[in-house]
């Protein structure tokens, strides 16, 4: 009597392609080469990645690490198939966030997680994050692709990033933020990658399809128009920092400036904000008309055209640096004494910004 046996199941047919992963490896190579700067030892492929302090230039160095994701932003890059960008907005969540603590961004690691991969859309996705690791100064020195098969809808994927930069241990910052300094705006490039949860409920609202033309924006799609990648602010804001010239810095993110400018300032002053001193971008007086959205939500959700604050000491000076760097800004405020010294930071408008009309 024969028993015939079972055909072996092999861990392609439970729906891991080990090929696939080392052909997106692979694939990526040339483009992580191209973000190699001082301090980068090595290569992709190895268990863990190494970076030399003393060959960037460090002295007496304090490290700053940071960790974020795109949010559902993704769903919208999924939606349209636009994956070129969203490695960018990736790698800026995490460097925006290093740079206003007065660290300089090394190397950057991402995380990209999906049920089935598809080499052509992942590499596009990774080679985003390389540009964004290129135009921010850091190395791409590493990373983690899972193929988890029924952990993601089909097409579906999730991005995370994590990123380390230093800074000489007497200039981190903040800094001595006091009554007297001034407050710039550095634009942002639309909404970034924060509040999509609202914005795809709002244009689901509307029946718009990501492929009809931006109501606020001629000649792109929406789907163009709201993939705008989330801008980059490292260059400049360092710029200023190594003059002397910067006391404080916040990224504009999720919690808008409410949530985000109060974090960098201490106990006993307040940021005065006049609404009316910076151009609000089309597409955010688009949402609060189309989603009948508050005022005051605007504004804890969504930057509203500033993607970064830098509070400091020589308004003059600082002007100065950022026109001959060619970068855009708005004075916004000031820094006062606070009428309660013993309260927490907080911040107020002089003028609330116009979302409508």
């Not at 696939?20 to 080469?33: E, F, M, N, Q, S």
């Not at 002007?319 to 004494?337: K, M």
């Amino acid at each position: 009597m024969t028993t015939e046996s079972k055909p072996g199941v092999s861990y392609r047919d439970a729906g891991v392609d080990i090929e696939a992963g080392d052909a997106l490896v692979d694939a990526i190579k040339p483009a992580a080469k191209a973000t190699d700067r001082p301090g980068t030892m090595g290569g992709l492929g190895g268990f863990g990645a190494l970076f030399d302090l003393k060959a960037a230039g460090f002295h007496d160095p304090v490290l700053v690490s940071c960790t974020d994701g795109v949010g559902t932003k993704l769903m919208l890059a999924i939606e349209t198939g636009q994956h070129a960008t969203v490695g960018i907005d990736l790698v800026a969540m995490c460097v925006n966030d290093l740079v206003v603590q007065g660290a300089e961004p090394l190397f950057f690691l991402d995380y990209f997680a999906t049920g089935k991969l598809a080499v052509a859309d992942a590499a596009k996705v990774v080679a985003g994050i390389a540009e964004g690791c290129r135009q921010s100064g850091c190395a791409l020195v590493g990373g983690e692709t899972a193929e988890m098969p029924g952990m993601y809808a089909p097409g579906h994927y999730d991005l995370a990033g994590f990123s380390v930069g230093a800074a000489e241990r007497g200039a981190l910052l903040p800094g001595r933020i006091s009554a007297g300094d001034s407050i710039l705006a550095l634009p942002s490039s639309g909404v970034h990658s924060n509040g999509f949860s609202l914005v795809r409920a709002i244009v689901s609202a509307t029946g718009l399809d990501w492929s009809a033309p931006a109501p606020f924006a001629s000649g792109r799609t929406l789907g163009e128009a709201l993939m705008e990648p989330t801008r980059l602010y490292v260059k400049e804001t360092l710029a200023l920092h190594r003059e002397g010239l910067l006391r404080g810095a916040a990224h504009i993110t999720g919690g808008g400036l409410p949530g985000n400018l109060p974090r960098v300032l201490p106990q006993g002053v307040v940021a005065v904000l006049d609404g009316e001193s910076w151009t609000l971008p089309p597409v955010f007086r688009w949402l609060a008309e189309t989603g009948n959205v508050a005022d005051e939500e605007m504004l804890r959700v969504f930057n509203c055209g500033v993607g970064m604050c830098l509070v400091v000491s020589d308004v003059q000076t600082s002007s100065s640096l950022l026109s001959e760097l060619g970068i855009p800004f708005s004075l916004i405020g000031r820094i006062e004494a606070a009428s309660d010294p013993e309260g927490a930071p907080a911040l107020r408008f002089t003028a609330q910004p116009h979302f409508r009309g």
